[in-house]
């Protein structure tokens, strides 16, 4: 999603600017409108001109979303109303974004707005995925079913992440420390050597000399040294952010063999996953894969996903252009065609979606398995050199000594 600076007026006549998160300028326009805002100007914020938003409350996590869809399940079922379902989460939520976003959506309830065009005026809190979901189910007379099924969905989702998270602990530990023996070495350990050094009145061997400039480096221009490295940081996540780097991010996650089995697992599980919750709600299968596209983070995945919607329009089968793009595994593409020849598309991409999420645990798995050994050697080739420059200078004096 991107984020749109507006100016509109008001159902007051009130002149009104501010910013909002969606998936394009026309779906950002609608939500405006669908909150009875006359909009005069909206554009795409640029990190140039993007409102800077300072708060230390987090955005509800697919954890959050997903009690929220169970208690609202369980006391639905129990005969309270929605406005009162709505009142009693929004007093014990403790996320207060997701509090405020549910007190808004009870207000605009209480107006007689369906529940789903309640979530829809919120969607940095509640997805596109969430709001379609409860609208067919509302139109379906299912909306419990439907809140279960979005359960589920967060609930997988808030596990694959957990997963990656986990992953990722230790190469961040070790790289930490990594960066921090290197900085002890130059700041502190080198600088105690460096007289003994000159006193030893000896050529230093090549690795030695390297490391003391780099000491006198860091030591002399640390004050350059730091915001150069925090502009280069922020260059990167900059460029990451836009299209170019987005599809240069996705490009070698698929290309490096290291990360490659974890992403197609993931893309194929969320995919699986998110159609199933969708079909089973009762939504056509082109606005389903739709909205499935919408939730690869991917850009590969996600503009495979988008053709694939295309052709399902034309009278393609689902299977078809998920075998053509050539980045999903024959496994996904050939169940789906089954589930169409048989009639139980739904049914095979539930069990689909079981598969891929054991096989992303598998993958994450085998991920940290690769990780910690490759890790290992780079701190060890580190802190070998350092020590090497520390070391060669008296190795090079003993033997001269010997040699008298």
């Known amino acids: 999603m991107a984020d749109f600076g507006y100016e509109a007026i008001t159902k007051d006549g009130k002149a009104l600017k501010g910013s909002i998160e969606a998936e394009s300028i026309e779906a950002a326009t609608a939500l405006l409108k669908a909150k009875g805002y006359i909009v005069t100007d ?37 005969g309270v109303s929605i406005i009162e379902c709505l009142k009693l989460l929004q007093e014990q939520t403790e996320n207060k974004p997701l509090a405020q976003a549910i007190r808004e959506v009870r207000a605009e309830v209480e107006k007689g707005e369906t529940l789903a065009n309640g979530l829809a005026q919120h969607p940095k809190i509640f997805s596109g995925l969430m709001v379609t979901t409860v609208n067919a189910g509302e139109q379906s007379g299912s909306l419990e079913v439907s809140l279960e099924r979005m359960a589920a969905q967060y609930e997988k989702s808030a596990k694959t992440a957990s997963l990656i998270k986990k992953a990722m602990i230790y190469p961040i530990v070790l790289a930490i420390v990594a960066v921090a023996v290197v900085i002890v070495f130059l700041v502190k350990v080198i600088p105690s050597y460096t007289d003994m050094f000159d006193d030893l009145g000896t050529e230093l061997p090549a690795i030695t000399k390297a490391v003391v400039s780099m000491s006198d480096f860091v030591m002399n221009y640390w004050f350059i040294l730091i915001p150069v490295i925090a502009g280069i940081v922020f260059a990167i996540k900059s460029y990451l952010a836009t299209p170019t780097g987005k599809r240069l991010k996705s490009t070698l996650a698929l290309k ?100 891929y999420d054991e096989e992303v645990e598998i993958a994450v798995q085998g991920l940290m398995a690769a990780m910690e050994p490759m890790i290992i050697v780079v701190l060890a080739v580190v802190v070998g050199v350092l020590i090497a420059a520390v070391m060669s200078p008296m190795l090079t004096m003993y033997q001269a000594l010997d040699n008298l």
């Open 256 to 355: 490096l063999k290291i990360t490659k089995d974890l992403t197609t697992k993931s893309a194929c599980s969320q995919l699986a996953r998110t159609l199933s919750t969708l079909l089973s709600a009762g939504v056509p299968l082109v606005e389903a894969v739709d909205i499935a596209g919408d939730t690869m983070q991917n850009v590969l995945f996600h503009d495979a996903v988008k053709y694939a919607k295309d052709e399902v329009i034309k009278g393609v089968p689902l299977s078809q252009p998920l075998e053509e793009s050539g980045i999903f595994p024959p496994m996904l593409y050939h169940m789906v065609r089954i589930g169409e020849e048989a009639g139980n598309t739904e049914e095979m991409l539930n069990k689909l979606a079981d598969y």
């Open 42 to 78: 909206i554009n795409e914020q640029s990190i140039l001109n993007k409102d800077i938003n300072i708060s230390f409350d987090k955005k509800p996590t697919p954890r959050d979303l997903a009690v929220f869809c169970n208690q609202f399940v369980s006391m639905s079922r129990a």
